[in-house]
């Protein structure tokens, strides 16, 4: 009972402790054991790299739209028009995270699973800010955890299946369909997702989204994954706002990165200065 | 060497050394994560009575921002004071987003910024209706356990 066997010094401090009438504040995990350990090789095996099943993120969004409210909906038809008119709104362009579940939702890079005692942490590509940490160590959700990108995440074991609740996602990550659509989900958003194989290297994630600032329901959807197993596959590291620099020598010869000039996200040649523009 | 000596028309690599140098006069605490905190005087240090605004709970550096009356030559008006560190360690000093609030007045200590705008570096604050006092210290478990 390895479960039991992670409460007992908590329950034990909690009865020795002076202040009793007092949660505890700072609970302290024990060391992992050899039996932990082992106990992970009874799980699924959920190694290797899976890369997103892009045909079947965009007929998702087709046959199972979001459940936008109808104000909503209006700025999303306006979003998807301007894309259309060759104007998309950068959603991501700031290399802020994407946060969940927009993450996973539409994401076109790989992402890998890291299963250690009492925790699943999915790693992506594109900046190390694009992880998860999801605790299944048996802890309740806090009552009040700080507001982050991808949230707070509490998660267990239902046989071969991950299943995770996620709330305290800043209100200004995006619920979104594309790089281009999306809207803030202003607050109050919880994720419960299921995550299990469906044969031996595709696994599925179900989610269910309530975003009750901008849904009118509940919106139940899925995204597919894919094993790899090549090195070719191997998440290398990206960061996001590499992007925003050239490679470039100081005076002193040292190699370091020079801000590009951007505009609205592109990458665009230097403006004259001004003295050349007058 | 000092300031002073410097050409008027420094380059920015030399505006870099200076600041370097700059550092090096004037040790800035035991804590200066993501940025240098050179732009702040320490031997200005300023004490007043201010009403928080909000906490900018935010990496890399939270901010305090509290409004305040006159203070010396600086007129009334709104304070950023940037704290050493990101949420992550300021909670492990026992520091929380709510643990400072919209309308707590506050005295604050900070070193004021150079340049003569209302910032600072943020060094404590005693929260006035509670006696309370919100301080600074080493990040816990960045060092060797005693």
């Known amino acids: 009972m390895p479960k039991l066997r992670r409460l007992l010094p908590l329950l034990a401090l909690a009865l020795a402790s002076p202040a009793l009438a007092q949660p505890a504040t700072d609970p302290v995990d024990p060391a992992p054991t050899a039996a932990d350990w082992s106990a992970i090789a009874r799980l699924p095996d959920l190694s290797g790299t899976w890369s997103p099943d892009i045909v079947d993120q965009n007929a998702q969004i087709k046959t199972n739209p979001t459940p936008w409210k109808p104000e909503i909906q209006k700025q999303v038809d306006h979003m998807d028009a301007e894309e259309k008119a060759g104007r998309p709104k950068g959603l991501l362009i700031d290399c802020l995270p994407h946060g969940s579940p927009t993450f996973i939702l539409i994401t076109h890079n790989a992402i890998e699973f890291l299963l250690s005692p009492g925790r699943v942490t999915i790693l992506g590509e594109s900046d190390g800010n694009r992880l998860r940490r999801i605790y299944t160590d048996g802890r309740p959700m806090p009552e009040d955890p700080d507001p982050s990108f991808h949230g707070y995440s509490v998660g267990h074991w239902d046989g071969d299946t991950l299943v995770v609740e996620t709330k305290a996602i800043l209100p200004q990550v995006y619920l979104a369909v594309s790089e281009a659509v999306g809207i803030p989900n202003n607050g109050d958003m919880v994720i419960r997702e299921r995550i299990h194989l469906t044969d031996a290297d595709t696994l599925v994630f179900e989610l269910e989204i309530d975003a009750p600032k901008i849904l009118t329901t509940t919106w139940k959807t899925k995204r597919i994954y894919h094993r790899k197993r090549q090195r070719s596959h191997e998440i290398l590291e990206g960061v996001c706002r590499q992007g925003d620099f050239h490679d470039a020598t100081d005076t002193w010869g040292n190699a370091i990165f020079e801000p590009v000039y951007q505009q609205d996200g592109n990458v665009l040649p230097s403006p004259p200065a001004e003295s050349e523009a007058e | ?146």
Request: aromatic share 6%; charged share 15%.
């Open chain 2, 1 to 146: 060497m000092t300031l002073n000596a410097e050409p008027p028309k420094m380059t920015h690599h030399r505006r870099q050394i200076a600041a370097a140098l700059l550092m090096l006069a004037a040790p800035l605490g035991p804590l200066a994560a993501h940025h240098s905190f050179a732009m702040f005087d320490p031997t200005k240090p300023m004490t007043f009575e201010a009403t928080v605004k909000s906490l900018q709970w935010t990496a890399p550096h939270a901010i305090l921002w509290v409004q305040a009356g006159p203070v010396g030559k600086y007129q009334a008006g709104l304070w950023s004071l940037e704290l050493p560190t990101s949420p992550g360690n300021l909670s492990k000093m026992g520091w929380s987003r709510t643990v400072l609030k919209p309308g707590d007045k506050v005295v604050v200590d900070i070193n004021p910024i150079r340049d003569g705008r209302r910032a600072g570096q943020f060094k404590k604050a005693r929260i006035v209706a509670t006696g309370k006092v919100l301080g600074i210290g080493a990040i816990p478990g960045t060092q060797p356990p005693k």
